[in-house]
Structure formats: C-alpha cells, structure tokens
Nanobody, 116 residues
Framework: QVPLVESGGGLVQAGGSLRLSCAAS????????MGWFRQAPGKEREFVAD????????NYADSVKGRFIISRDNAKNTMYLQMNTLRPEDTAVYYC?????????WGQGTQVTVPS
C-alpha cells in the first residue's frame, strides 16, 4: 500500500490553473504536517508549501506565494495544492510529503507542465 498518492497534474498553458491532490492511507493523516515539494529537470527538489496538522498554519516558497494555496481535509485524508497563474518555471514533478517527529513519507509525484 502506497502511503501517499498524488493526482491532478497535467499540461496547462501559462496563466492557467491546476489543483493537485494527495491522498493518504496507512497512517494517521490528521497527526502529520504535510507539504508539497517539486523537482524540475536538472534541478534539486525544492520546497513549495507546507501546512500544519490541523490546517491552521501554512508556509510558502517565495516563488509561489500569492499564486498557490495549500489546504487539507482531514476527514478525507487528503491534501490539496491549488495552483493559479501558472508559469513555465512551475514545470516540475510535484511530490507530497508527510512528516511527524522524524517519521516521514513521500509520494511518487505528479508531472506539471507549463509550456513557454
């Protein structure tokens, strides 16, 4: 059983929107802080956004602040990333991450492509 499964990626024109989802299973989702990371070709994986276990606090990378919104639904064991005003530089594989006191999980990633 894969603990984190991302979905919602795809090809979108610059200026468009996508919503990514991360479905969790096999662990107590509501106890874990969650986050999104991304990795572009030839680059290291980088932080995008994270959200506290209860959803009351969120942080964003400067590059996505004001354009992306992270959220979670603990009743559905799912985290989301609403991505607006997408740019070519947002092209990457997006990964979701769960962490609790040093114990963590990674998803397998979903591709987002924004042609220039």
């Amino acid at each position: 059983q894969v603990p984190l499964v991302e979905s919602g990626g795809g090809l979108v024109q610059a200026g468009g929107s996508l919503r990514l989802s991360c479905a969790a299973s096999g662990f107590i989702f509501r106890n874990y802080a969650m986050g999104w990371f991304r990795q572009a070709p030839g680059k290291e994986r980088e932080f995008v956004a994270d959200i506290s276990w209860g959803g009351g606090a969120a942080n964003y990378a400067d590059s996505v602040k004001g354009r992306f919104i992270i959220s979670r639904d603990n009743a559905k064991n799912t985290m989301y990333l609403q991505m607006n005003t997408l740019r070519p530089e947002d092209t990457a594989v997006y990964y979701c991450h769960a962490v609790l006191r040093g114990n963590d999980y990674w998803g397998q990633g979903t591709q987002v492509t924004v042609p220039s």
